[in-house]
């Protein structure tokens, strides 16, 4: 028998992902492994988090891999980095009662033990818990950060986003369109473009997958900002974002957020950066995590969208956390539409 809490009894073992082998080539689920370990103990100053949500993000494919990247490399045989949001079930911590809801990095893993380090309390009478993850946790301040700090967008301005389905991209088409813009959605698939307009109110989406090649897209995007586009937010890189430099106007602003068009060990050449030149482009990059100063603010105006019917968010969700590494993949082969989450219970 496990500790009692005020919430009920703690199962005495529980489950976690761990990774099992790195990937040399694409990444699948034979790399990762279900373990099942004992419940930890709960000593002054911790608390124990019964995981609720996982939150499913490219970066945990990229560092599957040893290559570099902004971040170390996911350590062989431990728990899978990863945030979640859950319920605090034990409490030795000043600053956590039993009942509540908080979001943290405790990992792919059913129950975590924190010591309040990253870990915030959450209101779930504004919103369900599943947001904080989404458009009101670390992928709602991306967009936030890339728009209004990179691409700066004014009224009549038009925006260009890639991966405009998912769940980052997805936020950044409404942002702009709150600002007043005009706002191309880049998707793959008929029925995430009709997501895309129809839902997240862009003016258009282009269906990238049938197009042959990155002139192909160039002329895409052109058929719907004929004098250019004045920002644009890539999510994506290689060859998305080298069909987009002819198609930036004078002065142009680009986000660089991510590039899940490289993911899996995938290298490309840029052919077209010489427009950065050309059309005195500037591209910046950034990392969301390097401005947590910023994260109260954001929060307060993305909630105040939401609040405002403004801001919403598709969720698609994986069960169970043997789900896990299929969920991960799926972002790769485009299988979600907004935000991927595993839900455990
Ligand atoms: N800079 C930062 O601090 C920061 C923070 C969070 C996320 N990010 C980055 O933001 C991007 C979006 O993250 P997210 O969490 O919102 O994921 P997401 O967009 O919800 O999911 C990934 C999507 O990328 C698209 N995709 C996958 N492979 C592709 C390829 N080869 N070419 C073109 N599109 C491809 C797929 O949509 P389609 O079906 O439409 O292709 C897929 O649904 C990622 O690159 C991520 O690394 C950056």
């Known amino acids: 028998m496990g ?25 699948d689920t034979t790399h990762f492994r279900l373990e099942e370990v004992g419940m930890p ?33 996911q350590a062989l045989g431990e728990t899978m980095v990863g945030e979640t949001a859950g319920h605090v079930i034990a409490s030795q911590h000043p600053d956590f009662q039993i009942g509540d809801a908080v979001v943290g990095a405790l990992g792919w893993q059913e129950y975590g033990v924190s010591d309040g380090t990253n870990l915030r309390r959450v209101d779930e009478q504004r919103a369900p818990l599943s947001a904080y993850l989404g458009m009101l946790g670390m992928t709602g301040v991306t967009a936030w950060y890339g728009i209004n700090r990179i691409c700066r967008p004014v009224e009549g301005d038009t925006v260009l986003v890639s991966a405009a389905a998912g769940a980052v991209g997805g936020v950044a088409v409404q942002l702009a369109k709150a600002k007043g813009c005009k706002v191309i959605g880049i998707a793959g698939g008929e029925q995430k473009c009709h997501y895309v307009t129809r839902v997240l109110g ?36 290689g060859w998305v974002l080298d069909a987009a430099f002819p198609a930036m106007s004078l002065g142009g602003r680009i986000a ?32 969301v995590w390097d401005h947590v100063g910023e994260w109260g603010r954001a929060v307060d105006e993305l909630s105040d969208l939401m609040d405002g019917g403004l801001l919403r968010s598709e969720e698609t969700r994986a069960f169970g956390i043997e789900a896990a ?21």
């Open 202 to 237: 862009a003016n258009a989406c282009i269906d990238y997958r049938p197009l042959a090649s990155k002139e192909a897209l160039t002329e895409e995007i052109f058929k719907h900002a004929v004098d250019g586009v004045d920002a644009f937010f890539d999510n994506v890189n």
């Open 325 to 345: 590494p299929h969920a991960c993949l799926g972002l790769l082969a485009g299988k979600n539409v907004g935000k991927q989450l595993v839900q455990f219970y």
């Open 41 to 73: 103990g709960v000593a002054a100053g911790q608390v124990l988090v019964r995981n609720r949500y996982l939150s499913i993000d490219p970066y945990m494919v990229g560092r599957m891999y040893t290559t570099q990247s902004y971040a170390a490399a």
């Open 3 to 27: 500790p009692h809490t005020a919430t009920g009894l703690v199962p005495e073992r529980y489950r976690r992902m761990v990774l099992a082998s790195r990937p040399v080539d694409k990444p």
């Open 256 to 287: 660089l957020c991510g590039m899940i068009g490289r993911y899996g060990n995938r290298s490309m050449q840029l052919l077209s950066h010489h427009f950065l030149l050309l059309s005195r482009l500037t591209a910046q990059g950034f990392i």
